[in-house]
């Protein structure tokens, strides 16, 4: 069924329909992040986000508190402590055309008045963790959770291999990035589990979110996890002064950062990596669903800042799905 465009609904029934997908969408992302189970795919709930994104802009009172567009993530699982993250880990915001790409920049360039460059990253298909480092020395880590109260999983993260336990620099620091599973090691998990007539995970984002929200920290070890580090709370005890040169001071640190990420210095440079890492996307060892771009200079986005949910300098681009177009649910409304 057609969806009616939100500007010839009544404020009535613009309310019913927000009230569902609210509702859906909350559901949807405790079995997502929660319990690491979705029930429906990606593209299916990003369909219901942007109608309730839409419904929000063309009708601001129907926004609530406990609204999907404006929360991160999920809630700390039992047996979890909880870690304050002094800076909040924030989710991104999407677009799914070039069309909205150039709107972005577009809004931004004219914001920021001064011409500056993108810097443009593969993202990767895994789940949001933060490492903190005392004098160089791994201290902690922890999920995003709610992007303000994510879970120590300090003992798992230990176990991965890409991440260091000592930086090359005694720097006290919290580095962020992705934490996945590489799709030659999903495909072997899940496997085992069919064989062993346990249940297989959805796909490798929530493998590896299962993986590492694990209480017992052989379970993680065991599960081949990997990671790339891509941002930090507070940039200044490094010498990089922008997104690229962070990358490289990473790397130089000690840590597993995505080696295929580029600068643009313009729209067409970010349309070309765009076109060639949607080619490249199957022959990768590790998921992606889409691209990120990042205004380039660090003081720049400290700068732009935050809204409650997503970085004002950075913007995904995602793919479509990887394999069968989803079917949409039917959407019935009682309006
Ligand atoms: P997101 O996954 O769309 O984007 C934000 C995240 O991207 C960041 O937190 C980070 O973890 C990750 N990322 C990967 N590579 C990155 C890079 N290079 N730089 C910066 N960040 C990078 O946002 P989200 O808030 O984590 O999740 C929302 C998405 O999750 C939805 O769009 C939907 O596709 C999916 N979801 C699905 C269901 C479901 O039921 N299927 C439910 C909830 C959410």
């Not at 709930?45 to 929000?56: G, K, N, S, T, W």
């Not at 643009?264 to 080619?279: E, L």
Request: proline share 5%; net charge negative.
């Amino acid at each position: 069924m057609a969806e009616q465009p939100v500007d010839k609904l009544t404020a009535d029934q613009a309310a019913k329909q927000a009230a569902t997908l609210r509702a859906r969408l909350n559901q949807w992302r405790r079995e997502y992040y929660d319990n690491d189970a979705p029930s429906v795919e990606d593209d299916v709930y990003d369909h219901d986000y942007e109608r309730l994104i839409a419904l929000e802009r063309a009708y601001p009172q129907l926004v609530t508190a406990d609204s999907p567009t404006r929360l991160v993530g999920g809630s700390v699982k039992a047996g979890f402590t909880k870690v304050q993250h002094e800076i909040p880990m924030l989710s991104l915001g999407d677009v799914f055309s070039q069309a909205e790409l150039q709107e972005f920049n577009d809004r931004l360039v004219q914001n920021v008045g001064d011409p500056f460059d993108y810097n443009c990253e593969l993202k990767i298909d895994g789940l949001a963790l933060s490492l903190r480092y005392e004098n160089g020395r791994l201290v902690q880590g922890s999920t995003r959770g709610n992007g303000s109260i994510g879970e120590d999983i300090t003992e798992n993260i230990m176990t991965i291999d890409s991440i260091p336990h000592q930086l090359t620099k005694p720097l006290t620091i919290d580095v962020r990035g992705e934490c996945y599973m590489p799709k030659a090691a999903f495909a072997a998990l899940n496997e085992k589990r069919e064989a062993a007539g346990e249940s297989v995970f959805a796909n490798p984002r929530n493998a590896a979110a299962g993986s590492l929200r694990q209480l017992d920290s052989k379970v993680t070890a065991e599960r081949q996890l990997s990671t790339f580090m891509y941002n930090v709370a507070d940039y200044d005890v490094l010498t990089a002064r922008t997104q690229s040169d962070m990358l490289e001071e990473f790397a130089d640190l000690g840590f597993q950062i995505n080696p295929d990420f580029q600068v643009a210095h313009s729209m067409s440079d970010v349309f070309d990596y765009i076109d060639r890492y949607q080619a490249r996307r199957a022959d990768l060892a590790y998921g992606i669903d889409g691209i990120v771009i990042k205004a380039n200079p660090l003081p720049l986005q400290r700068q732009l800042g935050a809204t409650v949910k997503v970085p004002r300098w950075a913007i995904a681009f995602k793919f479509p799905p990887d394999e069968q177009p989803t079917k949409l649910l039917d959407v019935e409304w009682t309006v």
